[in-house]
């Protein structure tokens, strides 16, 4: 492939990834994939196996959220991180961790709050949440844990106002499998420490 057919297609990425983030940013698209493929089809990039990846559409997002929407995405995301910390202490015996868009800063109004739980007892957790009271439905999430794509127990909290919440359970060991690097998640006080 020559250097000039590359550069193209390098340059048609970033564009995608601008217009995908500018989707998301105003619309509320919160699906990376779903958001990149609409770019792509509302451009005309007729080739979709160079699309952007989700690391270039969020770099595109943040660039975006910086530049247009710098009045109200910070009390947006201070909302947002509020309810999740309230999330978390209400989770606390099961140490609770911030993960996604509403830690990146990359959320917006329509983003949904995630947590994950390390346990290999989801119906503990399924437990805790009933004897409060707390409403919920429950789910499966789709995880890459020691490189394989895995279906584990999830909860999703119906809060009467704000964000829903996931709350993913991941198995004790993967805690500590060196796929989650730390700057992609946050626990309590991380999260404490992100609104003072």
Same mark, same amino acid.
């Given at each position: +492939?020559?250097?000039?057919? =590359?550069?193209?297609?390098?340059? +048609?990425?970033?564009?995608?990834? %601008?217009?995908?983030?500018?989707? +998301?940013?105003?619309?509320? =698209?919160?699906?990376?994939?779903?958001?990149?493929?609409?770019?792509?089809?509302? +451009?005309?990039?007729?080739?979709? %196996?160079?699309?952007?990846?989700?690391?270039?559409?969020?770099?595109?997002?943040?660039?975006? !959220?910086?530049?247009?929407?710098?009045?109200?995405?910070?009390? =947006?995301?201070?909302?947002?991180?509020? *309810?999740?910390? %309230?999330?978390? !202490?209400?989770? &606390?015996?099961?140490?609770?961790?911030?993960?996604?868009?509403v830690l990146n800063g990359t959320a917006g109004?329509?983003?949904?709050?995630?947590?994950v739980i390390y346990s290999d007892d989801a119906?503990a957790v399924m437990m805790f949440l009933l004897?409060?009271?707390?409403?919920?439905?429950?789910?499966?999430?789709?995880?890459?844990?020691?490189?394989? *794509?895995?279906?584990?127990?999830?909860?999703?909290? *119906?809060?009467?106002?704000?964000?829903?919440?996931?709350?993913?359970?991941?198995?004790?060991?993967? !805690? %500590?499998?060196?796929? !989650?690097?730390?700057?992609?998640?946050?626990?309590?006080?991380?999260? &404490?420490?992100?609104?003072?």
């Amino acid at each position: +492939m020559g250097k000039e057919r =590359i550069q193209r297609r390098d340059l +048609m990425r970033e564009q995608l990834a %601008h217009h995908a983030a500018r989707l +998301m940013a105003e619309d509320g =698209i919160t699906d990376y994939a779903y958001a990149k493929r609409k770019a792509a089809k509302q +451009m005309g990039a007729a080739d979709t %196996h160079h699309l952007p990846s989700n690391q270039q559409v969020e770099d595109a997002l943040r660039s975006f !959220r910086s530049l247009y929407q710098s009045d109200s995405h910070p009390g =947006i995301l201070r909302q947002l991180r509020e *309810q999740a910390l %309230h999330a978390m !202490r209400l989770l &606390e015996p099961f140490h609770p961790y911030l993960t996604g868009s509403v830690l990146n800063g990359t959320a917006g109004e329509q983003s949904d709050i995630n947590l994950v739980i390390y346990s290999d007892d989801a119906k503990a957790v399924m437990m805790f949440l009933l004897k409060r009271d707390l409403p919920f439905e429950s789910g499966e999430w789709r995880a890459n844990l020691a490189g394989r *794509q895995q279906t584990v127990p999830s909860f999703t909290l *119906q809060a009467d106002s704000g964000a829903p919440v996931h709350i993913a359970v991941l198995p004790d060991n993967a !805690r %500590h499998n060196g796929n !989650r690097k730390a700057e992609t998640r946050a626990d309590t006080a991380a999260v &404490e420490a992100l609104l003072g």
